[in-house]
């Protein structure tokens, strides 16, 4: 018959106690980590980029053209001499590229019943020299006598500044292996300026948009956004008092961009941006009487616009 050595026996059964502790302690921490480490995973890079505040400068390129055409006809009674008819066309060219800056605020997010919400905010500000262009025919034809023709030419240099605030809301879909981002927005904002004011000629518009992001590393994200914009107020050329100078029209624009993620929070960003705004037409008539005299006018205007940036953002 053997003897149980009890000491032997208590030391064995308190050595295994603590491999199990020591065993239950491990898997507790790493399945602690494990959790900790997929609530902190990095988000997908399409969803990285919207989660960012920015600031890049710009160089803006406008080019508006204006076209007018008047018809004048004057018949006094009283100096049938005096009677004519004539026209004159005048074109009018700004054009020219404007210093700046834009600032971006843009964050996607989760709820508990929705994924991929998004909320976004842009400021931009310009202001430098532009050339003011202007070209105007006449064409004379008087009662009496031979008809004759003239034209004058005009160039001066000219101080334009505006600002442009955005904001926009919507909902991203991630398809491809969460590397394509789909995201319809609304979209709202205000713009204002002119020559030598930051100010004037404010209208405000809302519209729609819809991005498109694409990672083609994990680093780097190609950006696409079209967009349309209803200006409420166009202030066209005839002053407010013409029916014509409060219609409402719409902008279309286009982006491309590049966003590439330098450390874990710092990213590199640039892109180009075109926009394209038709005034519409405006018409407006006017009667002297002691003159008999009439001066039908029309006119159209149009502007094209190119953004160029470049800028760092930090990922929030």
Request: glycine share 10%; aromatic share 12%.
């Amino acid at each position: 018959m053997h003897l149980i050595n009890v000491p032997t026996l208590v030391k064995a059964l308190n050595l295994m106690l603590r491999k199990t502790a020591l065993l239950t302690c491990l898997t507790t921490a790493t399945l602690a980590f494990s959790m900790i480490d997929a609530a902190c995973a990095a988000p997908p890079a399409v969803v990285a980029v919207n989660r960012e505040i920015g600031l890049s400068v710009t160089g803006n390129f406008e080019d508006l053209t204006r076209n007018i055409g008047h018809n004048y006809n004057v018949r006094p009674t009283w100096f049938s001499d005096d009677n004519y008819q004539s026209q004159r066309s005048d074109r009018i060219h700004q054009t020219g590229w404007t210093p700046g800056f834009r600032a971006d605020a843009q964050y996607m997010f989760d709820t508990s019943i929705m994924k991929h919400l998004y909320a976004a905010a842009t400021f931009t500000l310009d202001d430098g020299q532009t050339e003011d262009s202007r070209k105007t025919y006449w064409h004379v034809q008087p009662a009496s006598g031979s008809a004759f023709n003239d034209h004058a030419r005009y160039q001066a240099g000219q101080n334009r500044s505006g600002i442009n605030v955005t904001g926009e809301i919507g909902k991203g879909f991630l398809i491809l292996n969460d590397r394509l981002l789909i995201m319809p927005t609304i979209q709202g904002g205000y713009r204002a300026g002119g020559a030598n004011t930051f100010t004037a000629y404010g209208k405000g518009y809302i519209g729609l948009a819809l991005h498109i992001d694409y990672a083609i590393t994990n680093r780097l994200v190609i950006r696409g956004r079209a967009g349309w914009a209803q200006f409420l107020d166009t202030h066209t050329y005839f002053g407010s008092n013409n029916p014509y100078a409060h219609d409402s029209r719409p902008e279309w624009s286009g982006d491309i961009a590049l966003d590439y993620r330098m450390t874990d929070r710092v990213h590199l960003t640039g892109g180009v941006r075109y926009t394209y705004l038709n005034y519409g037409r405006a018409r407006q008539t006017a009667y002297t009487p002691f003159w008999n005299e009439t001066d039908s006018a029309n006119g159209i205007n149009w502007r094209n616009g190119v953004q160029l940036r470049l800028g760092v953002a930090y990922q929030l």
